[in-house]
């Protein structure tokens, strides 16, 4: 079993800056793929960024530049550093880990971008 636990979500104005985290723990085997997806209201859940554990990342076109999507592979957490925030990133954001086992998903942390 797969526990995955985000944080960092919160209220922050427009143009500022939020950094998430998932920690993961439990039967992580290497290789494997983190990625962060969000959802916002009304919207079906869309993938924001991917990481591979050989480094290989990739991001959406919405976020691309602006957001960054790293790791620690010791400490199986996930991270998301997210600058010049937009309303539209209103969402909540959820970590996913892939595994040879299964795919398994975080509790979700609230992201609102608002003045």
């Known amino acids: 079993q797969v526990q995955l636990v985000e944080s960092g979500g919160g209220l922050v104005q427009p143009g500022g800056s939020l950094r998430l985290s998932c920690a993961a723990s439990g039967s992580i085997s290497s290789p494997y793929v983190m990625a962060w997806y969000r959802q916002a209201p009304g919207k079906q859940r869309e993938l924001v960024a991917a990481s591979s554990s050989g480094g290989t990342t990739g991001y959406s076109d919405s976020v691309k530049d602006r957001f960054t999507i790293s790791r620690d592979n010791a400490k199986n957490t996930l991270y998301l550093q997210m600058n010049s925030l937009k309303p539209e990133d209103t969402a909540v954001y959820y970590c996913?880990?892939?595994?040879?086992?299964?795919?398994?998903w975080g509790q979700g942390t609230q992201v609102t971008v608002s003045s």
């Open positions: 996913n880990v892939n595994l040879p086992i299964g795919s398994y």
